[in-house]
């Protein structure tokens, strides 16, 4: 079963610390994306990737970066942690130029940051 | 720029009621359009897609046809259960946005169906 996988369902920070959301994709996808997810403010790109090494900002690039050094790890960082960095954040992959497959997605990390 | 439109939530039915969902989009070109279900706690998955007019994307009971004319893509069930209490995403892609694959997506309608 094709998989995408966000290493952490669950994980507690404290402001100002730097932290890591991994993301890996087995279906050898080009495409890969990074969304938080608010209540009442749906899903938010935050920033993509269409091949190693290129990422492009999305929506909502303030405070985050990300690095895509092999195809299939997609990794959003967040500098310097902030309490209304505080959500759900999904990972999401896709095949081709035209977005005709859909994405797949992971199952989500929850960050909270103290 | 390219838009979804789905009707606001929260959608409360009983078992076995009939759903519908509105969804309608602004896109130039032929967009794919999407459903994706996320329950409780978990990511999106997709649920149902169609490619081009007039097409009938269908899944677990749910369908949606493709209807270029009124730029629609209404999720029905005839029957909900209570495990279909989730919340519902819209979403087309391959139209004039940033990049011709990304989605662009709905706001989501949580619904709620009660015993």
């Known amino acids: 079963d094709v998989k995408v996988t966000q290493s952490s369902r669950y994980l507690v920070k404290r402001t100002g610390e730097k932290v890591f959301l991994e993301c890996v994709q087995d279906?050898?996808?080009?495409?890969m994306f990074w969304y938080r997810q608010d209540p009442g403010l749906g899903l938010r790109l935050i920033y993509f990737?269409?091949?190693?090494?290129?990422?492009e900002k999305g929506d909502i690039p303030e405070g985050y970066s990300v690095s895509r050094e092999k195809k299939e790890r997609f990794s959003l960082i967040l500098e310097s942690a902030s309490t209304n960095q505080t959500s759900m954040y999904l990972c999401?992959?896709?095949?081709?130029?035209?977005?005709?497959?859909?994405?797949?997605f992971g199952s989500g990390t929850r960050l909270t940051v103290v | 720029g390219d838009s979804v439109t789905q009707m606001e939530g929260p959608v409360t039915l009983s078992e076995e009621a009939c759903l519908t969902i509105?969804?309608?989009?602004?896109?130039?070109?032929?967009?794919?359009l999407f459903w994706y279900v996320q329950y409780p706690g978990e990511g999106l998955q997709l649920l149902l897609k169609?490619?081009?007019?007039?097409d009938k994307g269908s899944n677990k009971g749910f369908e949606a046809t493709y209807r270029k004319e009124t730029t629609s893509f209404h999720l029905e069930k005839g029957s909900v259960q209570v495990s279909d209490s989730a919340v519902y995403f819209c979403?087309?892609?391959?139209?004039?946005?940033?990049?011709?694959?990304?989605?662009?997506f709905g706001k989501g309608t949580k619904l709620s169906v009660i015993p």
């Open positions: 169609a490619t081009k007019a007039d």
């Open positions: 279906m050898d996808h080009e495409n």
């Open positions: 999401a992959s896709s095949f081709g130029d035209r977005g005709n497959y859909g994405y797949t």
């Open positions: 509105n969804c309608t989009y602004t896109a130039t070109g032929y967009p794919s």
């Open positions: 990737s269409y091949d190693v090494k290129m990422k």
């Open positions: 979403a087309l892609s391959g139209g004039s946005g940033a990049g011709s694959y990304q989605l662009t």
